[in-house]
């Protein structure tokens, strides 16, 4: 997208510099890079697919959705047909699905995702107990809680990350049942406090010792929670959804609170057949997320508290989920056995259940500049 801003005299470079870069540029080789497991021989490039990494740039994504896959066909049709003949190449192509039966709503891991939006001041109302409101301008550019002032034609416009995840859901599967056995605990249990969530959405916090589905299913107790600071007792420090979203751990919550600075808008889906249909096929999530800035949001989340080992406090270990290192080492996670937190249990520090195969930065701008200052399309 970057090139084709600049070439339109629309450049943002001194603003959003990740953006303009792109993803593959900061994805793997040092501290400050997403973390991303690194392409054989360098010392740089990220592991992805080929895809991802020619040397053809990534100027736009089209998200089209439907409800059946002759619908998605038929409209992205149509879509392209807007751009003519020749205007546009296309680079790649995925499709998700949404999950069949009881497992829509699920990752490839079987954990019900999106649990904890935030909600939009000024936009969503009766929003449920937990599910924090926050300022419009953490998702959507030149409004209240905006960090910085871009552009008027991007005002109402979000940056959107798109990453394609591959999940080892086999692997995963057998990690849970071996560590398990070591720690003394059972599979679903030590799932539910590395996620600090139950398969059913329940949080760990409010069940620790079983999968409450009473409390899954009622909007009013399912983010209804904080976490006890400091402690590892009912949810691990290191735990998927206090590492992204730490709540009261690092002070009171509310819309300006620093932690509410960081939220994100998920809208991901799930790609590939299921474990059942295709044992050997690849499977996994194709996450997107929005925000008004990329270095405050995503960038934020990943480098300074999914991968540091010390957050929220020392030795608390790597988000199992989304941690990365780019190396091999193993570094311990604690709090995983309720009778025991301290005692460790070693993690990759390269994640061998979630894979970054690709992905990108790119713009999402309001209907008023899609009809106005980027198009003449009325």
């Not at 949404?98 to 009766?126: C, K, L, N, T």
């Not at 720690?183 to 959405?201: C, F, M, Y």
């Not at 691990?236 to 751990?249: E, M, Q, V, W």
Request: aromatic share 8%; net charge negative.
């Amino acid at each position: 997208m970057a090139p084709v801003l600049k070439s339109l005299d629309l450049d943002i470079r001194d603003r959003e510099p990740l953006f303009v870069n792109g993803m593959k540029a900061g994805a793997a080789g040092d501290s400050q890079s997403l973390g991303d497991p690194l392409a054989p021989g360098s010392t740089n490039q990220p592991a992805w697919e080929s895809g991802f990494t020619s040397s053809t740039t990534i100027d736009g994504i089209l998200l089209v959705a439907g409800s059946s896959a002759d619908q998605v066909s038929q409209k992205m049709a149509k879509v392209k047909a807007l751009f003519g003949q020749g205007t546009v190449t296309e680079v790649l192509s995925i499709s998700g699905v949404v999950r069949p039966g009881a497992e829509a709503g699920h990752e490839h891991f079987g954990f019900d995702d999106g649990v904890s939006q935030p909600g939009i001041a000024g936009v969503d109302d009766d929003v449920p107990p937990g599910q924090d409101t926050i300022n419009p301008g953490v998702i959507l550019c030149n409004r209240q809680g905006s960090q910085q002032q871009q552009p008027d034609w991007m005002t109402d416009g979000s940056f959107m990350c798109f990453r394609k995840l591959k999940q080892d859901v086999p692997g995963w599967n057998k990690f849970l049942v071996d560590a398990s056995n070591k720690l003394g605990t059972w599979s679903d249990q030590l799932g539910a406090r590395l996620v600090g969530r139950w398969k059913s959405g329940c949080p760990v916090a409010l069940s620790p010792d079983f999968d409450n589905t009473n409390i899954a299913a009622d909007p009013n107790q399912i983010n209804n929670f904080d976490f006890d600071q400091g402690s590892n007792f009912k949810c691990p420090l290191g735990a998927h959804i206090r590492k992204t979203n730490p709540r009261s751990d690092l002070g009171p919550r509310g819309a300006n609170s620093f932690v509410s600075t960081t939220r994100i808008l998920r809208r991901g889906i799930p790609y590939g057949k299921e474990l059942s249909e295709d044992p050997n096929g690849e499977r996994g999530l194709l996450f997107v997320c929005y925000q008004s800035s990329i270095s405050a949001g995503f960038a934020f989340l990943q480098r300074t508290w999914a991968n540091n080992a010390d957050f929220p406090q020392s030795g608390v270990g790597l988000d199992a989920i989304l941690g990365q290192t780019s190396s091999s080492g193993d570094i311990n996670m604690t709090g995983l056995f309720p009778q025991d937190p301290s005692r460790p249990l070693p993690m990759a520090g390269i994640n061998p259940f979630v894979i970054p195969r690709g992905g990108e930065f790119v713009f999402s701008p309001s209907m008023s500049a899609l009809t106005g200052v980027l198009s003449d399309v009325k």
